[in-house]
């Protein structure tokens, strides 16, 4: 059982679509960590939000933190087809990262 | 590029066998996290160095061990291998021993058990 669920497992969506990845999770962390991984490589930080609340954008994509620091959402707008990947939310407490399953986002030109 | 070196790249072994994977973490990162990809079980971590001395560990078999050395790379060996262990094995560096800072992953050693 993963202790952070990842929705969707897939996406499949057309250049210039908007998308959003969602993690939630029943325990609260310190913080939380969005990665993208492309095939054959290691996991690539997007983002690392870590006050209930927050929000963060990095150019189209927009991170968000839930208030209870259980869950976050990451949005991305007009998709292209670089933002093909699997998307990763992690979770960190003192002493474990713990990673959800990931979201497979495919953008078609 | 990470700057997190992993060699090597890709590995065969047979059952029963014992391999070591290594691992240079970025320059000035003193803490080394492991970590085994798989498909039915993702991302998983295994276990996390900071300045040579264990300071978590994660889900790790008996059979699997790590070290960091003196000059801050790290091994990971796995031992009476068996099928179950193919997988992605993956090396990440941190500046601190803190879970929340950023880890830097490596490209990865993909290990096949025959």
């Known amino acids: 059982t993963q202790l952070l669920e990842q929705s969707p497992q897939f996406l499949s969506i057309q250049e210039g679509e908007n998308l959003t990845v969602y993690c939630n999770s029943s325990?609260?962390?310190?913080?939380l960590q969005w990665y993208r991984q492309e095939p054959g490589e290691g996991p690539v930080l997007l983002v690392t939000?870590?006050?209930?609340?927050e929000v963060k954008k990095l150019k189209r994509l927009t991170f968000q933190f839930g208030d209870a620091r259980k869950d976050s959402s990451l949005h991305i707008t007009a998709a292209q087809p670089g933002d093909t990947g699997l998307y990763l939310c992690?979770?960190?407490?003192?002493?474990?990262?713990?990673f959800g399953a990931g979201t497979t986002v495919t953008v078609r030109a | 590029d990470s700057g997190v070196t992993q060699t090597p790249k890709h590995l065969i072994t047979a059952t029963g066998q014992r391999v070591t994977l290594r691992c240079s973490p970025r320059?000035?990162?003193?803490?080394v996290y492991w970590y085994q990809q798989s498909l039915d079980q993702g991302l998983q971590f295994l276990i996390q160095?900071?300045?040579?001395?264990?300071?978590a560990k994660g889900n790790i078999l008996e059979r699997f061990s790590a070290q960091q050395f003196p000059d801050l790379h790290s091994e990971l060996n796995l031992s009476s291998l068996e099928l179950g262990d193919s997988a992605l094995y993956f090396c990440?560096?941190?500046?601190?021993?803190?879970?929340?800072?950023?880890?830097?992953f490596g490209p990865g050693t993909r290990l096949t058990v025959t």
């Open positions: 992690a979770g960190a407490d003192d002493y474990k990262l713990s």
């Open positions: 325990s609260v962390f310190s913080s």
């Open positions: 160095y900071y300045n040579g001395e264990e300071r």
């Open positions: 939000v870590v006050t209930g609340g």
């Open positions: 320059s000035g990162d003193l803490s």
């Open positions: 990440a560096s941190s500046v601190e021993g803190d879970m929340s800072y950023e880890q830097y």
